[in-house]
């Protein structure tokens, strides 16, 4: 047997949205080596429970912008925002230039965005919905008007 450890690629989420991609390695690892290019994204990483080795090199479909781009381990799993280089252009078709259907990636749908959406009309939408909840009462309200000898109910019988 050879003393090389096999590198195993993490499972890998991607979601877009206009300006940047966002990718989560969905792995456990406390010293990853990340590193950020134009059009490819490298991860290594010796990850818990099983302290086994992880590493993938992901071809990206277009350009990145590496020094806007950013990165956070969150404990159980490392958050990249990657800010797209040209955000006028579509909707990347896919996250990889070669587009093959890799077994280690999937599209996180729940931060998933489409392209008619932009996130100005979902701030509109959120504004709208909590200034018409700010028509139901004042919140700065300190006293209380409602009194039981005010309010002429009838009789249960």
């Not at 450890?5 to 010293?31: D, G, Y």
Request: charge should be negative.
């Amino acid at each position: 047997m050879t003393s090389e450890t096999v590198a195993t690629p993490p499972s890998v989420s991607w979601a877009q949205r206009n300006s940047h991609i966002l990718l989560t390695f969905n792995v456990e690892c406390v010293k990853p080596e990340i590193n950020i290019e134009r059009k490819i994204v490298s991860f290594k990483g010796i990850c818990a429970p099983d302290q086994k080795l992880h590493k993938v090199e992901i071809h990206l479909y277009a350009e990145v912008n590496p020094d806007k781009s950013t990165y956070d381990n969150k404990g159980r799993y490392i958050d990249l925002t990657l800010v797209k280089e040209k955000v006028d252009q579509p909707f990347w078709p896919s996250l990889t230039s070669d587009k093959k259907k890799h077994h280690w990636l999937k599209v996180d749908f729940n931060r998933w965005q489409d392209e008619d959406e932009s996130s100005d009309e979902i701030d509109d939408m959120n504004d709208m919905f909590s200034s018409k909840l700010g028509d139901f009462g004042d919140e700065n309200e300190t006293e209380d008007t409602s009194s039981a000898e005010e309010e002429d109910l009838p009789d249960v019988k």
